[in-house]
């Protein structure tokens, strides 16, 4: 079976840095995706990891870590707009679908 | 068309009756898959195709059926629509194995 971890809610003040957790359990590993989904649309794509180390894009940051089954996405300069929810996701072997866990509601405060 | 396109946007649905949800993608994706996303439970897959002609059961295949007749259509039909099927569906299309999920815009369905 697959099993995937992130918290639920998290809160933010604008301008501060978050760092969200995902560990996973999964039979095969070929990939991890951390997606933003803004309440009412669709989940956008933000990072794709699937070596071990740190992929950064702009204020966005992911990190993987294959032997503990754990990733982060961290958001620095935090913004009022990044408010959403945040997807972990991860594909067991080359051709399956992605798997989600339950997604984290950042809230980011004044 | 551009990206991937769901039809209808939103839909109120009498118990039992027959309904189709559309999805349509103009990148030429071999997958496409079929998503139910609830409050408190996430992301949840129901049928999936990785290549025209084929398909696969998800997580939550019950009640739901796919046909993959070609590369760009992947419709969902709910045989007998019940209450607990009231969800967001959201349909999605990678490019090849392990390369990430492009998502339609979702199609809100209400079952009363």
């Known amino acids: 079976g697959q099993n995937i971890d992130q918290p639920t809610e998290m809160t933010a003040t604008e301008g501060a840095i978050v760092q969200i957790n995902c560990t996973y359990q999964?039979?095969?590993?070929?990939?991890l995706f951390w997606y933003q989904q803004h309440a009412g649309e669709a989940p956008t794509f933000l990072s794709y990891n699937v070596l071990d180390g740190l992929e950064e894009k702009g204020r966005f940051s992911s990190f993987l870590s294959r032997s503990k089954g754990y990733s982060y996405l961290l958001l620095k300069e935090l913004q009022m707009k990044d408010s959403a929810s945040y997807l972990c996701?991860?594909?067991?072997?080359?051709?399956?679908?992605?798997?989600f866990g339950k997604g984290t509601r950042l809230s980011v405060i004044a | 068309i551009a990206g991937i396109t769901q039809a209808p946007t939103s839909q109120i649905l009498a118990a039992g009756r027959r309904m189709t949800l559309r999805c349509t993608q103009d990148?030429?994706?071999?997958?496409m898959y079929w998503y139910r996303q609830d409050l408190g439970l996430g992301l949840r897959l129901i049928h999936y195709s990785n290549t025209a002609g084929t398909t696969g059961k998800g997580e939550v295949p019950d009640g739901y059926s796919v046909s993959r007749a070609n590369t760009d259509d992947f419709p969902l039909t709910l045989a007998s629509a019940v209450p607990s099927q009231t969800s967001v569906y959201f349909c999605?299309?990678?490019?090849?194995?392990?390369?990430?999920?492009?998502f339609g815009q979702g199609t809100r369905l209400t079952v009363v």
């Open positions: 990148m030429r994706h071999n997958a």
């Open positions: 996701a991860v594909r067991d072997s080359g051709n399956t679908p992605l798997v």
């Open positions: 999964t039979s095969g590993f070929n990939g």
């Open positions: 999605a299309s990678s490019d090849y194995g392990g390369s990430e999920a492009f």
